[in-house]
């Protein structure tokens, strides 16, 4: 089974990381971490560094033939993504499992949701 591992935004991550010896030490413990899924198998891509803030990013926007680009930053951080993995566990038991390892990726709280991936099988 395939998920997609969601970090979602924070108001801390919509301002930018600092380099601060707390960002790093928070840093250093999700590349061990990153390392242990590789090990396991289980990571297959993903954004291991996170997203910079969405002051930096950009939406188009469709209407049928219409595109409109709408400049950031994008309202409601909670709402956002600040990082993903792509993972392939046997079930969602064992991506929460993954997922409750994971040290904290932000300077305070925050979630991580996972979303399971559409397989061909799905559609037959």
Known sequence: MRV??????TEDSEKGFVNTAETKEMMEAMGRFNDELVKAG?????N??????SSKGKR???DGSDR???DGPFPHPRELVAGFWLWE??????AV????RCPNPMPGPSEIEIRPLYEMSDFE
């Open 68 to 70: 409109t680009v709408i």
């Open 42 to 46: 289980i990571l297959k891509d993903g």
């Open 4 to 9: 997609m591992v969601l970090v979602k935004a």
């Open 97 to 100: 499992a993954w997922v409750k």
């Open 60 to 62: 188009v926007a469709f």
């Open 48 to 53: 291991c560094d996170g997203l910079t803030p």
């Open 89 to 94: 566990v046997k079930d969602m038991d064992e």
